[in-house]
């Protein structure tokens, strides 16, 4: 059973388009995670999820955006897409408490063509 | 604000060789620290924790202690496989949040 599992595992698109990932976890977690890889596998959190509250990183475009229609769920849908949005794209969750890890999901890669 | 520095790779090394990956990190409180593992085409997964002072968190040979005192939370094997080629992420988790603060990524390539 695939703990934190996302869909689809590569996407190809064009500049423009609007297009969804999705994320799901059968862990039970409260809190789901966004991050996104860049080519230098820097990673940076775009978006948490917490018993509704909603953190953005302020840094991410509002072209991006996070839609979750129940606990175990944690979409990312992103409209006009760009060049720059290429990159591998980790959905995580976890329990939320400090001394609790993060499971990832095996990550979307993202071209955008 | 919370941060993590990790050791810039890669950091290439023979078969059996010793491996040492430094992290340091800065934080208000007392956070739990985590060595994560990236292998190529997958998601991160845990390598091990601590989660107070001088514990010392162990997983497939791998070992790393929580200093304080130094703020830092190295990484170490013995002897490294080819298996062990990857990416390695040094994390910390604060009290009072959820939100873990991630290092950039040590890349580990062993030579057989």
């Known amino acids: 059973d695939t703990a934190v599992s996302q869909t689809p595992k590569y996407l190809v698109t064009q500049m423009g388009n609007d297009k969804s990932i999705k994320c799901e976890q059968n862990?039970?977690?409260?809190?789901m995670y966004w991050y996104k890889q860049d080519s230098k596998k820097f990673l940076k959190i775009m978006f948490s999820y917490n018993n509704k509250e909603l953190i953005i990183n302020e840094t991410v475009p509002n072209r991006f955006s996070p839609k979750s229609p129940d606990k175990a769920h944690l979409n990312l849908h992103i409209n006009s897409l760009e060049l720059g949005d290429s990159a591998v794209y980790f959905c995580a969750s976890s329990q939320g408490a400090r001394d609790t890890e993060a499971f990832f999901g095996q990550g979307t890669r993202l071209t955008v063509v | 604000g919370n941060s993590v520095t990790q050791m810039e790779g890669p950091v290439t090394l023979s078969e059996e060789a010793f491996l040492t990956i430094n992290c340091t990190y800065t934080?208000?409180?007392?956070?739990?620290l985590f060595w994560y593992v990236q292998y190529p085409g997958e998601g991160l997964q845990l390598l091990l924790k601590?989660?107070?002072?001088?514990d010392k968190g162990s997983n497939k040979g791998f070992e790393a202690t929580y200093r304080k005192e130094t703020t830092s939370f190295h990484l170490e094997k013995g002897s490294v496989q080819v298996s062990d080629s990857a990416v390695y992420f040094c994390a910390l988790l604060r009290g009072g949040s959820y939100i873990p603060t991630f290092g950039r990524g040590t890349s580990l390539i062993v030579h057989p």
């Open positions: 601590a989660t107070k002072a001088d």
């Open positions: 862990l039970g977690h409260d809190t």
């Open positions: 934080a208000t409180g007392y956070p739990s």
